[in-house]
């Protein structure tokens, strides 16, 4: 069992950039695959990047891809996300969380979440 705490939510303006922290209990952290995902208003939850137990291999959303940076410290238990050049509608509830499916996209996959943390980006 794992329990995670995500951080690092705010306001920032259109072309800004946020860390994401998700800090993780329990002494199994690194035995499992992290995701992090988005829930707009009115939006089903998206995958936004993944990364492998060893944080070895990275994946990301087209979306995301080369703006965002996702990377775990296993010692510290914790996963991050740094996002740069952020839009309007990135705006969301940003969620982690640890699953055991190597690379997938897919909400149903993963097993442990946060309770979110807020990014709002204005124009």
């Known amino acids: 069992q794992v329990q995670l705490v995500e951080s690092g939510g705010g306001l920032v303006q259109a072309g800004g950039s946020l860390r994401l922290s998700c800090a993780a209990s329990?002494?199994?952290?690194?035995?499992?695959?992290m995701g992090w995902f988005r829930q707009g208003p009115g939006k089903e939850r998206e995958f936004v990047a993944g990364?492998?137990?060893?944080?070895?291999?990275?994946h990301y959303a087209e979306s995301t891809k080369g703006r965002f940076t996702i990377s775990r410290d296993n010692a510290k238990n914790t996963v991050y996300l740094r996002m740069n050049s952020l839009k309007p509608e990135e705006t969301a509830v940003y969620y982690c969380?640890?699953?055991?499916?190597?690379?997938?996209?897919?909400?149903?996959?993963?097993?442990?979440w946060g309770q979110g943390t807020q990014v709002t980006v204005s124009s």
């Open positions: 969380a640890a699953g055991r499916l190597f690379l997938s996209r897919l909400p149903g996959d993963y097993d442990h």
């Open positions: 329990g002494r199994t952290f690194s035995t499992y695959v």
């Open positions: 990364i492998s137990t060893s944080a070895g291999i990275t």
